[in-house]
């Protein structure tokens, strides 16, 4: 990243909650129970050589290499929390997919565009790459 573009001041959070907008729009299929590809993506994400809009956190995520998968504790807290405090919700019996729940969906409408030019094309990406992830 050159000097004149900083990155983008976005959290984990804020950041994983634009994605799961971007991908319920999209209609793409969002794991729940197995969290390998959400993993993956975002090993991708803080490995990539993109630098243009790239948000600072991605920096500073750690990654456990113990299983078979780059594996954040951070990302499935979150991914957890984001159940837990109704934002998603996963079906009986299986919870295999998160779905975005319809009044948050409302809500959020729009909320994208408070975002600057170099991370919604970074968040943009970011949802290509997510929706081809997580439909193999």
Same mark, same amino acid.
């Given at each position: 990243?050159?000097?004149?573009?900083?990155?983008?001041?976005?959290?984990?959070?804020?950041?994983?909650?634009?994605?799961?907008?971007?991908?319920?729009?999209?209609?793409?299929?969002?794991?729940? %129970?197995?969290?390998?590809?959400? !993993?993956?993506?975002?090993?991708?994400?803080?490995?990539?050589?993109?630098?243009?809009?790239?948000?600072?956190?991605?920096?500073?995520?750690?990654?456990?290499?113990?299983?078979?998968?780059?594996?954040?504790?951070?990302?499935?807290?979150?991914?957890?929390?984001? !159940?837990?405090?109704?934002?998603?919700?996963?079906?009986?019996?299986?919870?295999?997919?998160?779905?975005?729940?319809?009044?948050?969906?409302? %809500?959020?409408?729009?909320?994208? %565009?408070?975002?600057?030019?170099?991370?919604?094309?970074?968040?943009?990406?970011?949802?290509?790459?997510?929706?081809?992830?997580?439909?193999?």
């Amino acid at each position: 990243m050159n000097a004149t573009t900083p990155a983008p001041a976005v959290s984990l959070g804020e950041f994983l909650t634009h994605l799961i907008v971007n991908l319920d729009e999209k209609r793409t299929p969002m794991p729940f %129970q197995n969290e390998e590809k959400w !993993h993956r993506l975002f090993y991708g994400l803080k490995t990539s050589s993109a630098a243009q809009g790239k948000p600072d956190f991605l920096n500073s995520m750690r990654f456990d290499w113990d299983g078979p998968y780059p594996k954040s504790k951070d990302l499935s807290d979150y991914l957890h929390a984001l !159940h837990l405090n109704c934002f998603v919700s996963v079906a009986n019996p299986s919870y295999d997919n998160l779905t975005l729940d319809k009044d948050v969906r409302s %809500q959020m409408t729009g909320k994208s %565009q408070t975002i600057s030019k170099d991370l919604g094309d970074f968040l943009q990406s970011s949802t290509e790459e997510a929706a081809r992830l997580f439909g193999s």
